[in-house]
């Protein structure tokens, strides 16, 4: 008799070893505080309030001396120092780190540190979208404004220095913003990063490096809410949403 397939779990990973130069912040930018708590902990409650989560992995860099505090008392969460120099790395460290605890055909959802507007409904539109999808996907949002792809000039005498124009639009029709969880099978989403740090291929995210495999994530669209904190203004339009105000 043929034994029982186990049913696919859900994981969160969510690489946490950045310090966020750009957010202008005195600490990571993960460790700022919005709404009345630390940003990567409205992450962690959050996938510790949805039930599909088993577990959630969060990869520090081996000197960070503020996640224990953060965690705290959070439910179902595990700390992992063995952070990269990139997130690429920390994302497969992460992986390797937790390898014990996760099957191949586990599903992974990779989650930015600094994506604190996420919601439950969120992660839960995705794994129902993706739990029998062949291949795994990402939340994303439909880019509503007109593009750009500029052009320097360099100086001259009338210009003493170069100046950036307009070199064409670009169709919106088909470009989506990503956004993260990216949702793929721990199996997939490993083979994808070790094969683009074999290859020297940098992504800046997870759907990238499955796509440099021939393969087609799924978009499933997200919400605006669910912005990603880079640059001092996101900090305050972040905690508008925490708090309900917009």
Known sequence: MTAAVPAPRFFALIPAAGVGL???ADCPKQYLPLAGKPMLRHVLDTFA???AISHTFVVVSAGDTLID???GDAMGCQILRCGGDSRQASVLQGLHAAREFIRDTDWVLVHDAA??????DLIERLISALRDDPVGGLLALPVADTLKRAVSSAADQSQPSSVTRVEETVPRAAIWAAQ?????RYGLLRQALEFALEHGHAITDDASAVEALGLQPRLVEG???NVK??????IALAELYLKGSV
């Not at 993260?180 to 793929?184: E, G």
């Not at 904190?229 to 996101?234: A, C, G, R, S, W």
């Open 49 to 51: 309030g949805c039930p």
């Open 180 to 184: 993260t969880p990216q949702m793929f």
């Open 229 to 234: 904190v880079t640059l001092p203004h996101d």
């Open 22 to 24: 750009r957010a202008g």
């Open 223 to 225: 919400n605006p809410r």
């Open 115 to 120: 994506r604190p507007g996420l919601t439950i």
């Open 69 to 71: 505090a953060v965690v």
